[in-house]
């Protein structure tokens, strides 16, 4: 029988009692103004980018960052609903009943934390020199494998597995730690089996196949 919630399970439900529909609102308007800026300065890196730019010649990466800010909120929901779900089928094989909805809504609300990765490869580059390239822009991810062993050093095949082991992978799996807590009633302990579970050994299957399958 899951145990009566604690006190901690309490504070977080109570941290977390907000109108989510404005949070997601604010969420995805600070993902594509901070995407829309670091884009700015990928542009700003390009050789003789303001006359290639009036030539029309970026016409292509300016149509490809209009329709990567229209998918953006779509592409939340569905990653809500497929977290979700990875959570729901895992506590479904721990022998938990969890609440799909509420599984969703605590996706909604630990993504605030891939917020600010973004936000550190803006600050990194804004009024950097001409010397940076917007290769280096792109592939920059903060805190994680690929920066630390650098992308010149691996090849293609591992630059996106490497960028996404990082801190804040780490720090999201913490935050679900809590969630799946407060939300199954079920000790600390059992939730971090439960998220490694869910959510790290699904990752690491999608960047296995990712490596495996990558074709240059």
């Known amino acids: 029988m899951p145990k009566s919630i604690s006190p901690k399970a309490e504070r977080l439900k109570a941290l977390i009692d907000f109108d989510k529909?404005?949070?997601?609102?604010?969420?995805?308007?600070?993902?594509?103004?901070?995407?829309?800026?670091?884009?700015?300065?990928?542009?700003?890196s390009i050789p003789d980018s303001e006359n290639l730019d009036a030539k029309g010649e970026l016409m292509i990466f300016h149509v490809f960052n209009t329709l990567d800010y229209i998918w953006t909120p779509f592409?939340?929901?569905l990653k809500f609903t497929v977290i979700a779900f990875l959570f729901?089928?895992?506590?479904?094989?721990?022998?938990?009943?969890?609440?799909?909805?509420?599984?969703?809504?605590?996706?909604?609300?630990?993504?605030?934390?891939?917020?600010?990765p973004e936000?550190?490869?803006?600050?990194?580059?804004?009024?950097?020199?001409s010397n940076v390239t917007f290769t280096e822009i792109m592939e920059y991810r903060p805190f994680s494998l690929l920066a630390l062993f650098g992308p010149e050093n691996l090849?293609?095949?591992y630059h996106y597995a490497f960028g996404t082991l990082n801190l804040f992978e780490l720090a999201y799996g913490y935050i679900w730690?809590?969630?799946?807590?407060?939300?199954?009633?079920?000790p600390l302990r059992e939730s971090?089996?439960?998220?490694?579970?869910?959510?790290?050994?699904p990752l690491a299957i999608w960047l296995s196949w990712y490596i495996i399958v990558y074709r240059s």
């Not at 506590?91 to 600010?116: D, I, M």
């Not at 799946?180 to 079920?186: D, K, P, Q």
């Not at 971090?192 to 050994?201: E, G």
Request: charged residues 15%; positive net charge; aromatic residues 22%.
């Open 21 to 44: 529909r404005l949070y997601f609102l604010v969420l995805v308007l600070l993902f594509i103004l901070i995407r829309y800026l670091t884009n700015a300065l990928i542009i700003e």
């Open 75 to 77: 592409a939340l929901l």
């Open 88 to 116: 729901w089928v895992g506590g479904f094989f721990l022998g938990y009943k969890l609440s799909f909805k509420e599984l969703w809504q605590f996706a909604l609300v630990a993504e605030f934390v891939f917020l600010f």
């Open 119 to 129: 936000l550190i490869r803006f600050l990194v580059f804004i009024g950097t020199n």
């Open 155 to 157: 090849e293609d095949r």
């Open 177 to 186: 730690v809590l969630g799946f807590h407060a939300i199954s009633n079920r």
């Open 192 to 201: 971090i089996f439960a998220v490694l579970l869910s959510y790290f050994l």
